[in-house]
């Protein structure tokens, strides 16, 4: 797994490589790109950036395809905080994507289990993901994959943790009482089927999340740890969310910002500890 760990907004890192990795790939429409997508706080530079790139016509969503990794249970596509509302406010509505290339879980479906299975096998239909986006709690979780979850899991139906619904009370007019108790999510081996991974963090409030996955072996407690198992996988992250490093990995950061001071970023290798 890499690390990286920049100078720079982490929004601006993301979004640029989303670019340039969608550009390289050449996408069309017999062979469009499946980019996977979060939302939460952590992201919205990059979609604000992504939002740029497209009006300036340095980048072309329309041989795009996307997946998104949740949606909360019971709340309507309409409704303000739904993902739904997230991605049309902050991404769909800006760019060219064809509104028969964004999937987002249905909430409100009759059947939450039966819609758990479809949206797998639409990831199916296109080939799998080709780059998926993610951010990390700050009790490891992704996606909604709360601690405990199983490595192999497939899209869910999720039972929020108090500590992750108090998280994102603050969406819901800082009252508990509004924020769903469940989630459609992913999996874990949903998101490690995908052919590359990146993974954001910043801040210190991610911190401690960030050291154990670069500091543990993988393991369910921390959901974050199995980007580990990934050949692909890279965690990106900003200063402050490694301010808990210690060890080898401290060392290395070290060295490589005594080597190279006035860098942009600095990239480590993390090796699993096992």
Avoid at 243 to 263: C, F, I, R, Y
Wanted: charged fraction near 20%; proline fraction near 7%.
């Amino acid at each position: 797994m890499r690390l990286i760990v920049t100078k720079i907004s982490v929004g601006l890192w993301a979004a640029a490589y989303i670019k340039n990795t969608i550009k390289q790939f050449s996408p069309s429409l017999e062979r469009p790109f499946v980019l996977g997508l979060p939302t939460g706080s952590t992201v919205l530079d990059m979609y604000a950036i992504l939002r740029t790139f497209a009006k300036e016509r340095l980048l072309n969503f329309q041989q795009v395809i996307t997946f998104n990794m949740d949606e909360y249970v019971g709340l309507p596509a309409d409704h303000p905080q739904s993902y739904h509302s997230y991605m049309r406010r902050n991404l769909f509505d800006h760019v060219n994507l064809l509104p028969e290339h964004t999937f987002i879980p249905n909430g409100q479906a009759n059947d939450l289990a039966q819609e758990c299975d479809r949206y797998e096998k639409e990831m199916v239909k296109v080939g799998g993901v080709d780059l998926f986006i993610g951010g990390i709690g700050r009790n490891g979780h992704i996606a909604f994959n709360e601690p405990g979850t199983p490595f192999n899991s497939r899209t869910h139906v999720a039972d929020l943790t108090p500590s992750t619904r108090e998280a994102n009370a603050r969406f819901f007019q800082n009252d508990l009482s509004r924020v769903p108790r469940q989630a459609i999510t992913v999996g874990i081996g949903t998101i490690l089927n995908s052919k590359e991974l990146l993974f954001i963090a910043s801040g210190v409030k991610k911190a401690a999340a960030v050291t154990h996955l670069v500091t543990q072996p993988p393991t369910p407690s921390w959901p974050l740890t199995a980007l580990k198992l990934h050949p692909r996988a890279t965690l990106l992250t900003d200063l402050d969310a490694c301010v808990l490093l210690s060890g080898n990995v401290k060392t290395q950061l070290d060295e490589a910002m005594q080597a190279d001071p006035h860098a942009e970023q600095w990239i480590l290798t993390i090796e699993d500890p096992t």
